[in-house]
């Protein structure tokens, strides 16, 4: 059955640097820009440097609505973007992945780092778990992704992930895709039951 979700904030996570490809640029830009245009508020670390800052001017001299969200420890360093339709600063990271979760409908993860990877994964888990069914997609461009991919098929096949989980990360190269993917995401259910299946076999190779 199709359907559309209303989607009216995305949380972006992205690199605080600009990397030595001229298409990451280009391509925050365009999904600054498609936020903006599809009246969708950006969220994101609220950071005046790298991807993040692309991303966050593009959406704002789109007329978009930007949050930004940054640690103090880190808005001391005076990479904090000052321009921003809101800033809020938190006392930890912890603290600002979970106002990230609570202030967005989605998540997009664009090329980055450590921190990058950390906020993917940490949403992916929520989804995982059942803490917050929101889509998470990641913005393929350049391929940057195609290896972290492909490890997470190797932790399908090696029986880490199931194949439901995977399969529900929304993955493309185009921006303004990626959003429809969003918009009409339909989730593949994973049996209830499968944290259960996990303990059975654990007790039945324990025993063995």
């Given at each position: ?7 009216n ?47 966050a001017?593009?959406a ?11 640690p ?44 990058t ?46 194949s ?6 929304l ?18 259910e994973?049996?209830?039951k ?15």
């Open positions: 059955m199709n359907h559309t979700l209303q989607i904030s995305i949380c972006v996570f992205c690199g605080s640097a600009l990397g030595k490809d001229a298409i990451y640029r280009k391509t925050a830009a365009v999904l600054g820009k498609a936020l903006a245009d599809n009246n969708i508020e950006l969220v994101y670390g609220g950071s005046n440097i790298g991807l993040m800052r692309v991303l001017d593009a704002m001299e789109a007329g978009g609505k930007v949050t930004g969200i940054m103090k420890l880190l808005a001391k360093k005076e990479i904090l973007h000052s321009g921003l339709t809101r800033v809020i600063t938190v006392d930890t990271m912890a603290e600002r992945k979970h106002l990230m979760g609570e202030y967005s409908d989605a998540f997009i993860t664009m090329p980055g780092g450590y921190g990877l950390d906020e993917l994964f940490e949403v992916l888990s929520w989804f995982q778990l059942g803490i917050a069914k929101k889509p998470v997609a990641i913005l393929n461009v350049n391929d940057y992704f195609y290896h972290l991919l492909q490890f997470l098929d190797l932790t399908v096949a090696q029986g880490y992930l199931r439901e989980h995977r399969e529900n990360i993955v493309d190269k185009d921006p303004h895709i990626l959003i429809e993917k969003i918009r009409t995401f339909n989730e593949i994973v049996d209830s499968w944290v259960d299946m996990l303990i059975d076999d654990t007790r039945k190779n324990h025993k063995s």
